[in-house]
Nanobody, 122 residues
Framework: QVQLVESGGGLVQAGGSLRLSCAAS????????MGWFRQAPGKEREFVAT????????NYADSVKGRFTISRDNAKNTLYLQMNSLKPEDTAVYYC???????????????WGQGTQVTVSS
């Protein structure tokens, strides 16, 4: 079992930045791919970014490419999402998740955090 806890969400003006963190505990010795997903009100959960266990492989949704950066510190069991140039359409609950393989598919992620709210005002 892996427990995931997100932090760093909040209210920010358009054009601003936020850095999300996701602290992992439990069976963190396993080599999990980590991902960020988000869900806006009335919409389905969508993929944001993923990073391989080594940190070498990363993949982003087109909507955030060039603005968001995913990273991880395995020594600290922590995942990050640096979000720059935020737009009102980035408003959502952001979730971190862990998967056994490198994937963008939410169905393949085994463990999920509770989420952190990000609100971008115009």
């Amino acid at each position: 079992q892996v427990q995931l806890v997100e932090s760093g969400g909040g209210l920010v003006q358009a054009g601003g930045s936020l850095r999300l963190s996701c602290a992992a505990s439990g069976r963190t010795s396993s080599r999990y791919t980590m991902g960020w997903f988000r869900q806006a009100p009335g919409k389905e959960r969508e993929f944001v970014a993923t990073i391989s266990w080594s940190g070498i492989g990363t993949n982003y949704a087109d909507s955030v490419k060039g603005r968001f950066t995913i990273s991880r510190d395995n020594a600290k069991n922590t995942l990050y999402l640096q979000m720059n140039s935020l737009k009102p359409e980035d408003t959502a609950v952001y979730y971190c998740a862990a998967a056994g393989g490198y994937t963008r598919l939410s169905s393949e992620y085994e463990y999920w955090g509770q989420g952190t709210q990000v609100t971008v005002s115009s």
